[in-house]
């Protein structure tokens, strides 16, 4: 008896020391829209504990019972607050509304929202409306050029949309499209991205302290998001511009049930040229029938459905192709000649997803995936002798490229105010294509009908993660983690345990010091070939031979809140790279060898540097200025003698500035002005007659048959610095159906001949070098609207 009215006893101290908590849980989405917020604030003003909506709106905040203050906030929205009494578990889906005016919301959404308090370091949202605001080339708004004004990316050639993430390569960018990797994100030979960005709901870009649930790749992590779909009302909006259109339209299949999105873009540049090219070849080349030209096109869908608050169910695609292609046909009464010529590459991405709340503590998101990029090439020729009654045909065509199936399950546990766990587990089957050429000729007696190259290539990558955000002791805010990878590639299998951890101490309400470290594993590789401008980069396995690549980066840095709308963020960092892969000397895309693996050298590189970034979040001027001091190198055993030489694409100077200016209600203007330092090239010192020719060493190169050029190192001179300002104004103007929005702008204002490629060419009796640029002062104009 004196046992139980102990126990008894005990149980009534427990309650009171401890009270009663119950969860509040939900969503947070667009009142005008139904669109799901991502990282929307949720915080109990009397408790001073709170949370954040995931990526799929869901939040789930677990407080003691008693009086509540909750409010909730996000960036352009008005911020809600809820008072009520906590008695039970409840449900809470809130809609916010767009801010009329913006000036408003900001100051409360931005104290709430603690940037500089976040254990995650090195990490950008960059909104959508500043990349459709800001200047870029053609008018062709872009998420990648938008991505290259942030400091510790490089965007490698003029105009290409290539990135070089704190001294990585463009292979070691995991860029994700609703989850799902995307391997090629270039259009026109890299100088537009194959993101359209009236489908994109958010935009976040990762440099370091990558979180466990990242994994795959060494340099950086490009989350792209799209939208779910209107589901109030149909609405659209779209584009004409120079060089290409595009049409978004999005709304309900059932009011607040069902929704759908679809957004396409082409260029026609290959329809407006065409009379120009069919008159310019018959006059000069005298060809009875020529026809040239160049295309890509997007497209972007998705549908979702809401089964109830607990179950809903996404798909999305994304299909985009590049095409060049020629077409000639001359004849006359002896003979008749025929020539096709194709060129193509193009990305489909595709996913299943299924959101489901297990309870109001644990959101899962289960995904099926396809990805699949694709090259190919070729060519078709037919000469008909009419004299001889014979016929010749020959045709080529080369293909390669990587397709992949996965699924993953992803789930998010938040037990308390002061933890926020996620876990999953990953899953891709590879199916590697390095490159198969198929030959046919027949007539003139004979035939060839020939396959040869590389056979396909299978492989199995998995990862399982763990990661817990946490806050500890009123100012220490940690993520720790854990990313186990696994990948099995004919017969050999590689495993990596890599771990995580980033966190931030807050010395003051506006000021923290933060320090990350990541070890990450990569098992694909791109074999690049740096001297031709075409898509013909191989996505390739590891194998017996090539490792896994692997890196180490540490970082450190500082955030201080100058004001309610300035933020100052200084960053410095060091990352070792090893097992990355180049072409050896002499080798090529074109090289015979049937095994591209005795094509490529293996070494290390290793890059560091300090960034700072100014930003100012809101108010009629906006914008950011960005500043990297970086250094990036590599070591190869059998290349330039096995000195250390500096990357292509090391940078000692990066500066960008990127500026939008609200004039009035009716009109914006944007202006981004941008400096690096030259890239590294490779230049032949000296140059020797000779009838001899070398090819596998080095120091030497043929040339003209007759000449061998010297080099000394690999890398050794810098091309001239790059420097652009690119200006913008936006006219925008309400109309019975929506709105019409006249965008102007000009790229290189001050037309600065950027070095694209230099060239030793003789002139007068010398040889001089001789700079090439790419882009002239270019103007713009584009005809948007929404409706």
Same mark, same amino acid.
């Given at each position: 008896?004196?046992?139980?009215?102990?126990?008894?006893?005990?149980?009534?101290?427990?309650?009171?020391?401890?009270?009663?908590?119950?969860?509040?849980?939900?969503?947070?989405?667009?009142?005008?829209?139904?669109?799901?917020?991502?990282?929307?604030?949720?915080?109990?003003?009397?408790?001073?504990?709170?949370?954040?909506?995931?990526?799929?709106?869901?939040?789930?905040?677990?407080?003691?019972?008693?009086?509540?203050?909750?409010?909730?906030?996000?960036?352009?929205?008005?911020?809600?607050?809820?008072?009520?009494?906590?008695?039970?578990?409840?449900?809470?889906?809130?809609?916010?509304?767009?801010?009329?005016?913006?000036?408003?919301?900001?100051?409360?959404?931005?104290?709430?929202?603690?940037?500089?308090?976040?254990?995650?370091?090195?990490? #950008? !949202?960059? /909104?959508?409306? %500043?990349? &459709?605001?800001?200047?870029?080339?053609? @008018?062709?708004?872009?998420? *990648?050029?938008?991505?290259?004004?942030?400091?510790?990316?490089?965007?490698?050639?003029?105009?290409?949309?290539g990135l070089y993430v704190r001294g990585g390569g463009p292979d070691q960018n995991l860029i994700l499209l609703d989850g799902v990797p995307v391997y090629n994100v270039n259009h026109l030979f890299g100088f537009f991205s194959v993101f359209n960005a009236d489908a994109v709901n958010s935009v976040t870009l990762i440099k370091g302290g990558f979180p466990a649930r990242y994994g795959g790749r060494l340099s950086s992590v490009l989350d792209i998001r799209m939208k779910e779909g209107n589901m109030k009302e149909i609405k659209g909006e779209g584009s004409v511009g120079i060089v290409?259109?595009?049409?978004? #339209? !999005?709304? /309900?299949?059932? %009011?607040? &049930?069902?929704?759908?999105?679809?957004? @396409?873009?082409?260029?026609? *540049?290959?329809?407006?040229?065409?009379?120009?090219?069919?008159?310019?070849?018959a006059k000069q080349q005298g060809y009875d029938k020529f026809m040239a030209g160049y295309f890509f096109y997007d497209l972007n869908s998705k549908l979702n459905y809401k089964f109830s608050d607990r179950n809903r169910l996404y798909l999305s695609a994304y299909l985009g192709n590049?095409?060049?292609?020629?077409?000639?046909?001359?004849?006359?009464?002896?003979?008749?000649?025929?020539?096709?010529f194709n060129l193509r590459w193009g990305n489909i991405t595709s996913a299943f997803r299924w959101n489901y709340i297990l309870n109001n503590k644990l959101f899962s998101n289960t995904t099926i995936t396809y990805s699949r990029y694709r090259f190919s090439t070729g060519g078709y020729f037919t000469n008909v002798d009419k004299i001889q009654n014979t016929t010749e045909e020959m045709s080529y065509d080369y293909i390669s490229g990587i397709y992949d199936w996965g699924g993953k399950a992803d789930f998010d546990y938040m037990p308390a105010p002061n933890h926020y766990i996620r876990f999953g587990i990953n899953n891709i089957y590879h199916t590697f294509k390095p490159g198969i050429n198929v030959f046919k000729q027949s007539g003139a007696g004979s035939g060839i009908d020939t396959t040869f190259g590389n056979k396909n290539i299978y492989a199995n990558e998995y990862s399982v993660y763990a990661e817990d955000d946490m806050k500890l002791f009123g100012r220490l805010n940690l993520n720790a983690g854990l990313h186990y990878s696994g990948f099995l590639v004919e017969n050999e299998f590689y495993h990596s345990l890599q771990p995580r951890l980033s966190g931030s101490y807050i010395l003051t309400e506006k000021w923290s010091v933060k320090a990350a470290y990541s070890h990450m594993s990569q098992y694909i590789h791109l074999l690049t070939n740096t001297s031709i401008g075409l898509p013909t980069d191989l996505w390739l396995p590891v194998t017996d031979t090539i490792k896994p690549m692997k890196s180490v980066q540490y970082a450190l840095g500082s955030a201080y809140s100058v004001s309610d709308q300035i933020v100052v963020t200084l960053e410095g960092f060091y990352k070792s790279m090893e097992n990355l892969i180049e072409y050896k000397e002499g080798a090529s895309f074109f090289s015979s060898k049937d095994n591209w693996e005795q094509n490529v050298e293996m070494g290390r590189g290793w890059s560091y540097g300090v960034e700072l970034l100014i930003e100012k979040k809101f108010g009629k001027i906006s914008g950011w200025l960005g500043y990297t001091l970086s250094w990036s190198q590599r070591q190869f055993e059998n290349i330039s003698f096995g000195q250390v030489f500096p990357y292509k694409y090391d940078s000692r100077h990066d500066i960008s500035i990127a500026v939008t200016y609200k004039i009035t209600d009716n009109i914006d203007a944007g202006a981004v002005w941008v400096y690096s330092t030259g890239t590294a090239v490779t230049l032949a010192m000296e140059k020797y007659l000779s009838s001899i020719s070398y090819r596998d060493e080095f120091i030497y190169n043929y040339y003209d048959n007759n000449f061998i050029e010297y080099f000394e190192k690999r890398n050794s001179y810098r091309m001239p610095s790059y420097h652009r300002l690119?200006?913008?104004?936006?006219?925008?103007?309400?109309?019975?159906?929506?709105?019409?929005?006249?965008?102007?702008?000009?790229?290189?204002?001050?037309?600065?001949?950027?070095?694209?490629?230099l060239r030793f060419e003789p002139r007068d009796d010398e040889t001089v070098l001789v700079q090439y640029s790419l882009f002239p002062i270019i103007p713009s104009i584009s005809y948007n609207f929404k409706f």
């Open positions: 008896m004196k046992i139980q009215t102990f126990l008894i006893l005990l149980i009534c101290i427990s309650h009171s020391a401890f009270p009663q908590k119950y969860t509040i849980s939900g969503y947070v989405e667009d009142a005008a829209s139904g669109e799901k917020l991502f990282m929307a604030n949720i915080y109990d003003l009397n408790s001073m504990a709170g949370t954040a909506s995931n990526v799929y709106g869901f939040y789930s905040l677990t407080l003691p019972a008693g009086k509540i203050k909750l409010t909730y906030s996000y960036i352009g929205y008005t911020t809600i607050t809820k008072e009520f009494d906590l008695s039970k578990n409840l449900t809470l889906n809130i809609s916010l509304e767009p801010a009329i005016q913006l000036k408003e919301v900001t100051v409360d959404a931005d104290k709430i929202e603690a940037i500089v308090k976040r254990s995650q370091m090195s990490a #950008i !949202e960059i /909104p959508l409306q %500043k990349i &459709k605001t800001l200047p870029v080339l053609l @008018g062709e708004t872009d998420i *990648i050029k938008t991505v290259q004004l942030l400091p510790g990316v490089q965007s490698g050639n003029e105009g290409s949309s290409a259109s595009r049409l978004t #339209i !999005e709304g /309900p299949i059932l %009011k607040d &049930k069902a929704s759908f999105i679809i957004s @396409g873009r082409r260029t026609y *540049i290959d329809i407006l040229a065409q009379p120009f090219i069919k008159y310019f070849s590049d095409k060049a292609y020629m077409r000639m046909q001359d004849s006359n009464d002896d003979y008749f000649n025929k020539t096709n690119d200006l913008s104004v936006n006219f925008h103007k309400k109309l019975k159906w929506g709105e019409r929005i006249l965008c102007v702008g000009v790229y290189n204002a001050y037309n600065r001949k950027n070095p694209f490629f």
